[in-house]
């Protein structure tokens, strides 16, 4: 995509992976990235974008407050890591997009939410009215009780869900 297409798009679905959230160690949400991060965001709002993050960062969030310095292996603690990270990284962004007076809203989204027709349209109603509302959309990529998610859902799986991303909210 050359930089004319990208600056006049009228929707742009941004992913941001954990290392772009996390300090140089990778184990605890950097807050001043999550401000570049929503910064960025924000200025493309501001020239008439729809904008939809899709964010990784749920386990990585979560490590320093359990005293983890790696990602867990076993799928229970990185469970429980994404389950106390979901909250701090929220936060992170709902207080920097609040510095812009943007309300943001979270969206997660599971396997379910994509192959099921019903499941499907509802998702999609919402994320519609989101938008319509003004508000951005945050769509986190994992639950903490989807194993599934962890699986399916990975950053290298992400880039083929982006389209439809973008296409569930038309």
Known sequence: MNREA???AK?????????SLTGAAGSELDPN???KI?????????????VVLVSSG????????????????????QQAAASVGQGLLIAQ??????????ISSQVLLTTEDI???????NAQQTLTKLLSLGLFRLSMKMTPLEPKKL????TIALPPWLPFLSMLIY
Not at 11 to 19: A, L, W
Not at 58 to 77: H, N
Not at 115 to 121: D, G, L, P
């Open 38 to 50: 929503v910064d960025f965001a924000y200025s493309l709002k501001k020239r008439g974008a729809d």
């Open 11 to 19: 929707r742009i679905v941004i992913k941001i992976g954990s290392s």
């Open 151 to 154: 699986d399916l859902v990975t």
């Open 115 to 121: 192959v099921r027709r019903s499941h499907y349209q």
């Open 6 to 8: 990208l600056t006049s």
């Open 93 to 102: 962004y709902h207080e920097k997009f609040s510095s812009h007076g943007v």
């Open 33 to 35: 990235s999550v401000a």
């Open 58 to 77: 749920a386990i990585a969030a979560g490590l320093a407050p359990l005293g983890l310095k790696v990602r867990p292996k076993d799928l229970a603690t």
